[in-house]
């Protein structure tokens, strides 16, 4: 498994975008905390030095939005959820790796 | 015994250990540098101070309001490597995902470490060296000091001297060969570590070399300024410099130290067995040659004798230190050497006590002569 880890590193990184927006997606608002919890036992883990400037970029181009939500201890937090946008651009994501792995099995044959 | 720096983050404020703040701030701006011209720089950045401050928090308790360094450089492991967009793409293809990184393993050395409750750091740093509790290496030290008759003393008070203190974090972190993620610190570190071994040798020895033609000097013109001499002889290398150099240098300032001490108290005896019997251990002036003579003459083969060797201990020290000048270091470590031999003897030997006597009956009465004359 380590072997696989580190040789597929570079396709779960590409993959990471997909698989926090599916994240978000599935409910109405998530804060880092609770992506990087919901992450740590899968193949995307992930630290927060990867996931600030991701989920900025992901601002940037309008796929999520954010808003600041006051915690029961400490600072306020920010929440995050998907846009409309955002949630268009997971469809064509779903739908390409759709396509991707029907065209590696239809490879096979 | 480590300073403290208060700093704010986001707004709340935190106290750290110095090498705890110099690792945060070389990742931060390594994350800044990474992030280069993105535009979010600056809210990703505060995202960032704000994901630290709460790791911070839930390593300080009521009865601990400091982040340590071992602290720091487990939070910025948690946090991993800051990515900017331009960076990503390029390490995709290399290593990937930044928790299956290989944790750098800087080479693990002993080391001096203040912290608490450490009084000489020795045993301190041997637990981090082998990973285990502090309390167990200072039982070891007891028993072994009262069955060995005092003589692992000797190897702990000897490795005050030749074990260096880990002032840096990097040290620190080679101290418990603990793996360090903030990428900044160890380019530095390595970085350093080849400069210094590099250089710190040469340095070494030309000041040596240095000090030995000053001396030379100083022998032809002895009666001229003795500290001028000294004072060239002392300006070892101002910065800090290898491990093993410092090793060497706590050595040699140990050695030094003793025989200056020891010079020091065969001056001290010659001089008052002169002054009350007139003789030194058996040993008459020759002929009519009055006592003032014999004592300047004393004096003079006495700093003639020592001056190299306080020398030398004052460039162990000023190695040792970093510092120019070594400070008042070495002076104190032969006079606080003088004073336990002085009071081990005292205690011990009849003779050294009934001289020590003699001598203070000298003192009384020249005070009074010269009170009388004058």
């Known amino acids: ?15 990471l975008e997909f698989a926090i ?30 996931l600030y400037p991701l989920l900025s970029k992901l601002r940037r181009e309008e796929f999520v939005d954010y808003q600041w939500v006051e915690s029961g201890q400490g600072p306020p937090r920010k929440y995050y959820q998907l846009t409309d946008k955002g949630s268009g651009r997971l469809g064509e994501l779903a739908a390409y790796w759709r396509h991707l792995t029907s065209t590696l099995e239809s490879l096979g044959r | 015994m480590e300073r403290v720096v208060t700093i704010n983050l986001n707004g709340n404020s935190y106290q750290l250990e110095e090498p705890a703040y110099d690792a945060l701030r070389a990742y931060m701006t390594r994350a800044e540098a990474a992030l280069g011209a993105n535009p979010d720089k600056a809210e990703i950045v505060r995202d960032l101070e704000q994901a630290i401050a709460d790791k911070c928090g839930s390593y300080l308790s009521p009865g601990k309001s400091v982040v340590s360094a071992s602290d720091m450089s487990r ?3 948690e946090m991993g490597p800051v990515e900017g967009e331009a960076e990503a793409g390029a390490q995709q293809q290399q290593s990937g995902a930044a928790p299956n990184h290989e944790p750098f393993r800087p080479n693990r050395r002993l080391y001096r470490i203040y912290d608490n409750g450490a009084w000489t750091g020795v045993s301190a740093g041997m637990a981090a060296y082998a990973g285990i509790d502090v309390a167990w290496v200072r039982i070891f030290w007891i028993v072994s000091g009262l069955f060995t008759g005092g003589f692992t003393c000797l190897v702990y008070l000897v490795m005050i001297f030749a074990v260096p203190v880990a002032s840096t974090s990097e040290e620190l972190a080679a101290a418990h060969g603990a793996p360090f993620n903030a990428q900044e610190v160890i380019d530095r570190a390595k970085r350093e570590y080849g400069r210094f071994t590099e250089t710190s040798t040469a340095n070494w020895r030309s000041e040596e070399r240095r000090w030995r033609r000053s001396w030379r000097q100083q ?8 500290g001028a001499g000294a004072t ?18 706590g050595l040699f300032a140990f050695v030094f130290s003793i025989i200056t001490a020891a010079l020091l108290i065969a001056f001290l005896i010659a001089f008052f067995s002169l002054l009350s019997s007139g003789s030194v251990l058996g040993w008459t002036p020759p002929g009519d040659a009055p006592t003032w003579l014999v004592l300047i003459v004393l004096a003079i083969a006495y700093a ?3 001056s190299p060797f306080s020398a030398l201990q004052r460039t162990s020290y000023a190695t040792l230190s970093g510092r120019r000048t070594g400070g008042a270091t070495d002076g104190l470590a032969t006079i606080a050497i003088v004073v336990l031999v002085g009071a081990f003897a005292w205690v011990y030997s009849p003779d050294a006590r009934a ?3 003699q001598g203070y009956v000298v003192v009384r009465d020249f005070v009074t002569y010269w ?3 004058w």
């Open chain 2, 75 to 77: 939070i910025l492991g």
């Open chain 2, 219 to 226: 022998q032809r013109t002895w009666d001229a300024d003795r």
């Open chain 2, 355 to 357: 001289f020590m006597e």
């Open chain 1, 1 to 15: 498994m380590p072997i696989a880890d580190e040789q597929f590193a570079g396709l779960r990184k590409g993959l």
């Open chain 2, 371 to 373: 009170d009388r004359q």
């Open chain 1, 21 to 50: 927006l599916t994240f978000v997606s599935g409910r109405a608002s998530a804060y880092v905390g609770d992506i990087l919890e919901a992450l740590a036992p899968t193949p995307f883990a992930t630290q927060e030095g990867t």
């Open chain 2, 232 to 249: 060239q002889a002392a300006a070892a290398p101002a910065q800090p410099v290898g491990y093993v150099e410092r090793m060497f240098a």
């Open chain 2, 304 to 306: 003639a004798i020592s």
